[in-house]
Every structure is written in structure tokens, then in C-alpha cells.
């Protein structure tokens, strides 16, 4: 290749180059980016749930009649949602949560494993008793406002009872179950006295 060659090659390289800087500041002449004041992206966070700040729901139905027809079985299958946080064994390790072996009518916030409860959690103080657990697994951020738990809650009496079932069954020695003491039936209206014959 001769020298001539040799320089129109190297020719049209330039002037491709020097083409392709002329339309690069054009468009950027034409198509000037604005700059955000705050450099980053804005990401969306969902707000907090209402039903959490929501004071919690009283459960419709005393836990001693929904506790005589609940089904441990069902409790144990229902609990299985609690395995990513939790673990039900005797001596099994704290998770995000703390082990639940032999929860039920234990001092709430007492030292589990080491496991570090939330403030809330011990500042609400008192025991696991079946009222407690079943007012506190409808809705646990209501029930205790600032508790680290982020479970939603079961809404579902029965099935909340099932699972409270299951957890007494996680102990050496399950406590006794609260006695069914069902609603106060409505008083029947009173019968009108019968009229006084007439004379």
C-alpha cells in the first residue's frame, strides 16, 4: 500500500470521528438532560399498614369456646407460616423470632435463648396466657404497638385457635385449657301478666 492509500484511509477515519463529535454535541445541544437538584432515584416505600396502627380488633368469641373445638392438626399446619421466624423444638435455637416451646402461660419479654425482645415487648410485661396469645396473634402490632414482629396476624378465630391448640402442645407439661364459657344468652323478653278476670 502506497503512502497516497495509506492517507485516505487515515482521511476517512478522521472525518468519521470529527462527524461523529459534531452530531454528538448537537444532540446534546438539542436534547439537554435536566439535572435533578437531589442526585439519586426516588424510590416509592409503601406506607405502613393501617391495620397495624389500628388499635387491635377484640376477637369475636371467648377463646375457652373456640379453644373446644380447635384442632391441633390444623394448628400445626396453619403454624407452619411461623417456621421462617420461629422454631417450635424443645431447646431449638431463636430465629428472627424466639423458639415457642412452651410459650403458653410463660412471662412475656422473659429471656428466651438470649433472644433480645423488642422494648415494647417487655415493656408490656405480664404472661402468654390463652386470652393474651389469642388478642395478640389477631393483630400483633396493634395488640403491642412497636413490637418487632411484622406478622400480620390471623383474623380467622379458628384458625387462631388451632394454632394456640398446637402451641400448648409444645411443653413437657401443657397447661390446662380455659373453661368454655359460652356468651351470655339474650334474656327472653318477660311474659306480660296474665289480666285479672274481670268481676
Same mark, same amino acid.
Given at each position: 500500500?502506497?503512502?497516497?492509500?495509506?492517507?485516505?484511509?487515515?482521511?476517512?477515519?478522521?472525518?468519521?470521528?470529527?462527524?461523529?463529535?459534531?452530531?454528538?454535541?448537537?444532540?446534546?445541544?438539542?436534547?439537554?438532560?435536566?439535572?435533578?437538584?437531589?442526585?439519586?432515584?426516588?424510590?416509592?416505600?409503601?406506607?405502613? @399498614?393501617?391495620? !397495624?396502627?389500628?388499635? /387491635? +380488633?377484640?376477637? &369475636?368469641?371467648?377463646?375457652?369456646? =373456640?379453644?373446644?373445638?380447635?384442632?391441633?392438626?390444623?394448628?400445626?399446619?396453619?403454624?407452619?407460616?411461623?417456621?421462617?421466624?420461629?422454631?417450635?423444638?424443645?431447646?431449638?435455637?431463636?430465629?428472627?423470632?424466639?423458639?415457642?416451646?412452651?410459650?403458653?402461660?410463660?412471662?412475656?419479654?422473659?429471656?428466651?435463648?438470649?433472644? @433480645?425482645?423488642? !422494648?415494647?415487648?417487655? /415493656? +408490656?410485661?405480664? &404472661?402468654?396466657?390463652?386470652?393474651? =396469645?389469642?388478642?395478640?396473634?389477631?393483630?400483633?402490632?396493634?395488640?403491642?404497638?412497636?413490637?418487632?414482629?411484622?406478622?400480620?396476624?390471623?383474623?380467622?378465630?379458628?384458625?387462631?385457635?388451632?394454632?394456640?391448640?398446637?402451641?400448648?402442645?409444645?411443653?413437657?407439661?401443657?397447661?390446662?385449657?380455659?373453661?368454655?364459657?359460652?356468651?351470655?344468652? !339474650?334474656?327472653?323478653?318477660?311474659?306480660?301478666?296474665?289480666?285479672?278476670?274481670?268481676?
Amino acid at each position: 500500500m502506497n503512502s497516497f492509500e495509506l492517507n485516505k484511509v487515515l482521511g476517512a477515519i478522521l472525518g468519521t470521528c470529527l462527524i461523529l463529535l459534531a452530531l454528538n454535541i448537537g444532540a446534546g445541544a438539542l436534547f439537554a438532560p435536566t439535572k435533578p437538584a437531589k442526585p439519586g432515584f426516588a424510590i416509592a416505600v409503601k406506607a405502613e @399498614n393501617e391495620a !397495624a396502627k389500628a388499635p /387491635a +380488633k377484640a376477637p &369475636e368469641k371467648p377463646i375457652g369456646v =373456640l379453644l373446644a373445638s380447635a384442632n391441633v392438626d390444623k394448628g400445626k399446619a396453619t403454624a407452619k407460616q411461623c417456621a421462617a421466624c420461629h422454631t417450635f423444638e424443645k431447646g431449638g435455637p431463636n430465629r428472627v423470632g424466639p423458639n415457642l416451646w412452651n410459650i403458653v402461660e410463660d412471662e412475656r419479654g422473659k429471656d428466651r435463648g438470649g433472644f @433480645n425482645f423488642s !422494648a415494647a415487648m417487655k /415493656a +408490656k410485661g405480664g &404472661e402468654w396466657s390463652y386470652e393474651e =396469645l389469642n388478642k395478640f396473634l389477631t393483630n400483633p402490632r396493634g395488640y403491642i404497638p412497636g413490637t418487632a414482629m411484622t406478622f400480620a396476624g390471623i383474623s380467622n378465630d379458628q384458625q387462631r385457635a388451632d394454632v394456640i391448640a398446637y402451641l400448648r402442645t409444645l411443653s413437657d407439661s401443657p397447661k390446662p385449657l380455659p373453661k368454655a364459657e359460652a356468651a351470655a344468652p !339474650a334474656e327472653a323478653p318477660k311474659a306480660a301478666a296474665p289480666a285479672a278476670p274481670a268481676k
